[in-house]
């Protein structure tokens, strides 16, 4: 036994006193499972010495203090008055230790002199002459709790010196949950050596442990804690074997650890499965492996490896390549792993195949684009009709106004005339009429053919045949371009909504032709190809840049865009396409229809 373990015995009393504690067991440790039991076992401590007028100092943390007092309060002991007469003082654990903790390690003197202090007040609110003062420090489980072992062991030589001035009976306490690892087992037995006695766990069965042999106790204790290991390691096996259980369960999911330098250390099937590698391949290999050449050359495994160590993870998403070369899109996450010590043991890498995910992604950004644009080709042509509304408007209203308004001017001018002529002149009024008639006459023309502009009879009576060179008459007459017609000899009469898409599509041809192409003639074919109507108009003006509708969701710029979109969305509404071929030598535009089957056909051909 050492000199202060010996101090502390001597300095207490020989005898043991009525109520059945015993004084000599100077320094205890006693370890617990539950803290109902280390509540009981203080209880009985603390009660015997309160009896007989003796004091207690209690360092404990707070949930402690509550329960102790409780259990003291049902033995029958006032802890209040107690309190208040000095012989009860009650610490916060946390709070005590760090007045006297300096840099992580108990300061030897400033422990000596703050707890020399208490014993020394606890001592004075004694009445009878051999006081004995009892202490249950908790300052010391709180440092192992936190990690700091040689702290602890620190704190329970500094009890023992402090011995050396004070006599006192002290009891310190651990969880025994605390000791579960194997390399505890070290610092377990210089923790039992600082103490005159060791209380095992309550799972040790008998009652009264001044009965046991002080050798047997701590033999029990030391056999306790190394079970605790034990059942600690044999738990975190199975955990252990559950988790590489799942692990090579998951199929859909790379799931491996590297070595600190990037080797790889483990490898599941599912790394099998996406990248291509068994694990006799792979492993002791580094993981740059998985990567294109140009991410090898720039460094960007290494540099993922130190992001994830920096900030604790690191999630990606790239391009990887498989075993046999090919590339796919993976989302990866690394983790770095550190043991107890907080020493790097590894990295773990977390890989999955999101290449379908991605292709999805960039499908839909790609729809999204095409729709933004089908959008704004919308707006367009929407803004187009509308200004061609507007000028067909205005076209009409300066006809009316410039030709038929004049005529009919003029012819009632001339009727104003007859009416109020007082006596007629037969060769006059004969010639009068007759120009009355003639204006008359014009005045129907003008407003047939105002009509036949904006929906030509001709067109619904007659067919394309007859409607498309009475068109081309007048767009002569008004463009002075000349223009040419040819018809194959099997054309036949189309249902009407196919006949007026054709047309429309051949009015804003020759619209373009005049406005943009500056060509000085025009050609208009119309055939039969198998089984579909087609549409040709030729210029041999200044070339466009080529454009198919059908493949390509390009935006087109300027009325003649716009134009061009009007007449590709007529020829969709009846099944039909639009292409544009154009070259320096001119311009096509092409509108082809399949033609329904005969019997859904007019029974009538021109």
């Not at 006032?78 to 007045?99: C, K, M, S």
């Not at 900030?311 to 996450?333: P, Y």
């Not at 054309?491 to 005049?514: D, G, M, W, Y």
């Amino acid at each position: 036994m050492s000199a202060s373990k010996a101090s502390l015995v001597a300095g207490t009393h020989a005898a043991t006193r009525k109520g059945g504690y015993d004084p000599r067991s100077a320094h205890i440790v006693q370890f617990y499972r539950e803290d109902r039991a280390l509540i009981s076992t203080l209880a009985n401590y603390f009660g015997p010495a309160l009896s007989n007028g003796d004091a207690a100092i209690v360092v404990a943390t707070y949930e402690h203090h509550a329960a102790l007092k409780a259990e003291l309060k049902s033995m029958g002991h006032d802890v209040n008055t107690l309190i208040r007469e000095g012989r009860y003082q009650a610490f916060e654990a946390p709070q005590l230790l760090a007045q006297f903790m300096v840099d992580g390690m108990p300061d030897a003197t400033r422990f000596l002199a703050l707890i020399g202090r208490l014993v020394e007040r606890a001592k004075s609110s004694v009445k009878h002459d051999s006081p004995c003062i009892v202490i249950f420090g908790e300052m010391v489980a709180i440092l192992w709790a936190e990690g700091k072992h040689e702290a602890a062991i620190k704190l329970e030589g500094l009890w023992n010196d402090l011995a050396k001035q004070h006599s006192f009976t002290l009891r310190c306490a651990y969880p025994m949950t605390g000791f579960t690892d194997c390399a505890h087992a070290e610092p377990f037995m210089r923790i039992c050596t600082e103490h005159t006695s060791v209380i095992p766990d309550e799972t040790f069965a008998p009652q009264d442990s001044q009965d046991i042999p002080d050798e047997r106790s701590r033999r029990v204790a030391e056999l306790q804690q190394k079970l605790e290991a034990l059942e600690k390691q044999k738990a975190l096996h199975q955990i252990d074997q559950q988790l590489r259980l799942l692990v090579e369960a998951v199929h859909d999911y790379a799931i491996f650890m590297l070595e600190p330098d990037g080797r790889v250390k483990t490898w599941n099937r599912g790394a099998q499965r996406i990248k291509g590698y068994k694990a006799t391949e792979i492993i002791g290999k580094h993981f740059s492996v998985f990567y294109p050449p140009e991410d090898v050359a720039a460094g960007k495994p290494q540099r993922e490896l130190e992001i994830a160590l920096r900030d604790g993870r690191l999630e990606d998403e790239g391009w990887r390549v498989r075993k046999d070369g090919s590339k796919f899109w993976a989302n990866v996450i690394i983790t770095p792993v550190k043991d107890g010590e907080g020493t790097l043991i590894g990295f773990g890498k977390v890989t999955r195949d999101a290449t379908e995910k991605m292709l999805a992604q960039r499908e839909l950004e790609k729809s999204q684009r095409k729709l933004q644009t089908s959008e704004k080709s919308l707006r367009q042509l929407s803004l187009h009709l509308l200004r061609t509304q507007d000028e067909e408007r205005r076209r009409i209203g300066r006809d009316l106004h410039d030709s038929l308004g004049q005529n009919l001017a003029v012819l009632k001018m001339k009727l104003d005339s007859l009416v109020n002529r007082p006596s007629g002149n037969p060769a006059t009024d004969a010639n009068d009429i007759k120009q009355c008639a003639q204006m008359t006459d014009e005045a129907v023309k003008e407003v047939r053919t105002i009509s036949y502009l904006l929906y030509p009879p001709m067109l619904e009576e007659m067919g394309l045949k007859s409607a498309i060179p009475w068109y081309l008459e007048g767009f002569m007459k008004r463009s002075g371009i000349a223009t040419t017609f040819s018809i194959s000899a099997d054309f036949k009469r189309l249902p009407s909504e196919i006949e007026l898409a054709i047309f429309r599509v051949l009015q804003e041809s020759l619209t373009n032709v005049h406005r943009h192409s500056g060509s000085e003639t025009a050609d208009v074919r119309l055939s039969m190809k198998e089984g579909a109507a087609v549409l040709e108009v030729s210029d041999h003006g200044q070339g466009l840049k080529n454009h198919n509708f059908e493949k390509s969701g390009q935006d087109w710029v300027g009325a003649l865009g716009v134009g061009l979109r009007g007449m590709n969305e007529r020829m969709r509404q009846v099944g039909g396409s639009l292409e544009m071929s154009s070259s320096p030598e001119g311009t096509t535009i092409t509108a082809t229809v399949p033609i329904p089957d005969d019997e859904d056909a007019p029974a009538e051909s021109v």
